[in-house]
């Protein structure tokens, strides 16, 4: 009898327990649950006229450029130059030892002295009668010797004072006073930096579009974020093979002195066409492998009936960046609102609130203050 009093007893706690946890489940479930809101900032796609470009990334290479070295072998006796200095076409870098070709000169220059008078005498007896015509020809074949190896001694002695083939600046110091120099050994570099020319390639599909005189922009980390300008000097005219891609050089007006031989930076060549193209900021594009994405938000009735504000995500074609903006090919139409900031916290459906307080400035030529 007890037994079933406890078992009695126990069942009716048991069911106690669950009536009144059934009754918590009915007043939780009879609850709304609270509206999950984001905040976000947006902007509205819309077109605009762009210039037409071609870009690509170009090498900078000096339009005269050499390695400054001895054509004779011979010791250095003087330097004449500072490493990294400007000098002008003709001045003296470097001096070899000349001691012993001078001292040839001088005999070479006394022996074409004799020669020239007994030539001067010859001819005086030859108005004479007094000597043959050959006995002339032949001091006047000498002479000619003389002065020639007097002058071939003045060549050596010119070749051993080594001087600046052009204007341009200097690199770093190669070679040392007291130097033994063998003929091809390097002294220092020599380059022409203004102008100077950029090299880069486009494919050949856009050959017909490149011209002498089209304006070309150079920009990159290189020169400090500033933005240089040049023109197309020269188009090659023939494809290269293995890319199918053309080379185009163009010279750049190098004033300031940024741009060095050697330095990569990107091009973009200006085409004089102006097209319409649909613009949304860089900073809307969800980038991903199975495709680049925006969010657009939309109006919407929620479960109270009121208006409400969703996103949804669609694919797009994004094509040519341009500062803070990049044009849309496909995916979007004039008018639509993307999500700028906040896009990587939304899921397609999320109800979102606009905030523009807090959304970055996006410029079509951005000058970031750090730069």
Do not use: C
């Not at 005269?64 to 004449?80: M, N």
């Not at 004799?114 to 005086?124: H, I, M, P, S």
């Not at 390097?186 to 380059?191: E, H, K, Y």
């Amino acid at each position: 009898m007890k037994s079933f009093l406890a078992i009695l007893a126990a069942v009716v706690l048991i069911g106690a327990i669950l009536f009144i946890k059934i009754g918590q489940l009915k007043k939780l479930k009879a609850t709304p649950t609270p509206l999950q809101v984001e905040s976000v900032a947006t902007a509205v796609a819309k077109k605009e006229i762009w210039q037409g470009n071609l870009t690509s990334v170009g090498s900078l290479t000096a339009v005269q450029g050499v390695t400054v070295a001895a054509e004779l072998d011979g010791k250095i006796t003087e330097i004449d130059f500072e490493a990294g200095a400007m000098v002008k076409a003709g001045d003296v870098l470097v001096r070899q030892d000349t001691s012993v070709e001078e001292a040839q000169l001088r005999a070479a220059q006394a022996q074409a002295e004799l020669a020239k008078v007994n030539l001067r005498r010859t001819g005086e007896l030859l108005q004479k009668n007094t000597v043959s015509q050959a006995q002339f020809d032949s001091d006047s074949a000498l002479y000619k010797q003389a002065v020639a190896s007097a002058e071939n001694i003045e060549a050596t002695i010119s070749k051993r004072t080594i001087k600046a083939p052009f204007s341009g600046k200097l690199g770093i110091r190669l070679v040392n006073l007291g130097q033994n120099l063998k003929a091809g050994d390097a002294i220092v570099s020599l380059q022409a930096l203004n102008p100077i020319f950029i090299d880069f390639y486009l494919p050949q599909e856009q050959l017909s579009q490149l011209a002498p005189g089209l304006t070309v922009a150079l920009s990159g980390d290189a020169i400090s974020g500033k933005q240089v300008e040049g023109k197309i000097t020269a188009i090659s005219p023939d494809v290269d093979s293995s890319t199918r891609n053309v080379r185009v050089q163009a010279t750049i007006q190098n004033d300031a002195g940024l741009l060095h031989p050697g330095m990569y930076v990107d091009v973009q060549v200006r085409l004089p066409t102006r097209a319409p193209v649909l613009t949304i900021p860089a900073t809307a594009i969800l980038y991903a492998p199975y495709g680049d994405s925006v969010y657009i938000v939309e109006h919407s009735k929620g479960q109270d009936g009121k208006d409400q504000q969703t996103v949804r995500q669609q694919i797009v074609r994004v094509g040519e960046h341009r500062g803070d903006f990049v044009s849309i090919l496909s995916g979007l139409k004039e008018g639509d609102t993307v999500v700028t900031v906040g896009g990587f916290r939304l899921r397609p459906g999320t109800v979102v609130q606009v905030n523009n307080a807090f959304a970055p400035d996006a410029q079509l030529a951005p000058t970031p203050a750090d730069s």
